[in-house]
Structures are given as C-alpha cells and as structure tokens.
C-alpha cells in the first residue's frame, strides 16, 4: 500500500485546506529552494504569519534573482534593490 506523504502534515494545518499542498507542487516540478520557498511562503501567509511570510517570500525571491542574474546590470530593479557585492575585508 503506497503512502500519501502529502497529505499528512505535521504541526499545524494550514496547508491542508489548500487544492494541492505547496511542497507537492514544488517536488513534481522539481522546483529549486529559494523559489520553493517563495511559494510556500506566499500559499501560506493568510493562514499563518501573516506580513512576516510575505517578507520572507520576498528574501527568498531576492535570493534567486541575485544568484541567477548578478550579473545581468540590465534589469530593471525595484527601489531599493541592488547588484553591488559588498566589500568584505
């Protein structure tokens, strides 16, 4: 008998109430961790924290965009977002 892992949730139910739980979604769409983190954040914050989740769902989405495109001087970034490397000495 093949068990539903997606299903069971431990502390809490926020994501149950949800059509498909974010950590499935993330899993079969071998999503990476800073954009599944985003999602999660972002499914979950009315039921649980609130603007807190929201911020973190930003940091995490800051996170992929500096790894993915700190290079890439031509985006356009929202105020108060920046590509400098600081200077660690």
Do not use: W
Request: proline share 4%; glycine share 4%.
């Amino acid at each position: 008998m093949k068990k539903d892992t997606y299903k069971k949730q431990i502390g809490g139910d926020h994501y149950r109430s949800m059509v498909i739980q974010p950590s499935e979604f993330i899993n079969k769409n071998n999503i990476p961790f800073a954009e599944g983190n985003a999602i999660k954040y972002l499914c979950r914050h009315k039921q649980k924290n609130q603007k807190e989740d929201l911020l973190k769902a930003i940091h995490y989405c800051e996170m992929a965009i500096e790894r993915d495109y700190s290079d890439d001087t031509t985006l356009p970034l929202p105020h108060g977002f920046s590509f400098k490397k600081e200077d660690k000495e």
